[in-house]
């Protein structure tokens, strides 16, 4: 079946690194692919999504490409800074785009220190 | 701005106890959802609910009920609450379950004991 893979975390940066937080997928089809974040104390919220191969989802200085020939979907941030500490979860959905079906990353827990 | 809201934020039950996760969104969305949320799993879908008066099984709703009772809430109840159901509770809504937007909760974080 589908899958979502995460690197494991935390990944703990110091502020104005860059960040990369892999994320590649198994799919029948072609899916479309979000990176959603969750803020201390906060629920999920939506940063970016990407919904054929080649596109190239941005939102608050993120970035992620979908690519499809690599089956991947890695979300970066050229200078991160410490309010972006945060779990990120990838995610994708079948190709008519079912949220009943969204399968989840186990989520990546990114620290930026100042 | 409230978007979706949930409570109670934090519950300690006791094994057999029962409650009920309120859940209301106003954002005029038909579609929302419960997941749960536990280390090593993922966010697994409990029940959804894609427009007012239909509910549905996800992937996980052995153990729970759901009512949708009008097209704002959503409703999640344990019966008899079992250690197993420990775990973090998300209610979420989007317009439909086609290519939306999921708007999430802050969550509820339920220890059964």
Known sequence: ?114 | NAGVTQTPKFQVLKTGQSMTLQCAQDMNHNSMYWYRQDPGMGLRLIYYSASEGTTDKGEVPNGYNVSRLNKREFSLRLESAAPSQTSVYFCASSVGTSGNTIYFGEGSWLTVV
């Not at chain 1, 890695?74 to 500490?85: A, I, P, R, T």
Request: aromatic residues 12%.
């Open chain 1, 1 to 114: 079946g589908d899958s979502v893979t995460q690197m494991e975390g935390p990944v703990t940066l110091s502020e104005e690194a860059f960040l990369t937080i892999n994320c590649t997928y198994t799919a029948t089809g072609y899916p479309s692919l979000f990176w959603y974040v969750q803020y201390p104390g906060e629920g999920l919220q939506l940063l970016l999504k990407a919904t054929k191969a080649d596109d190239k989802g941005s939102n608050k200085g993120f970035e992620a490409t979908y690519r499809k020939e690599t089956t991947s979907f890695h979300l970066e941030k050229g200078s991160v800074q410490v309010s972006d500490s945060a779990v990120y979860f990838c995610a994708l959905s079948d190709l008519a785009g079912n949220n009943r079906k969204l399968i989840w990353g186990l989520g990546t827990s990114l620290a930026v220190n100042p």
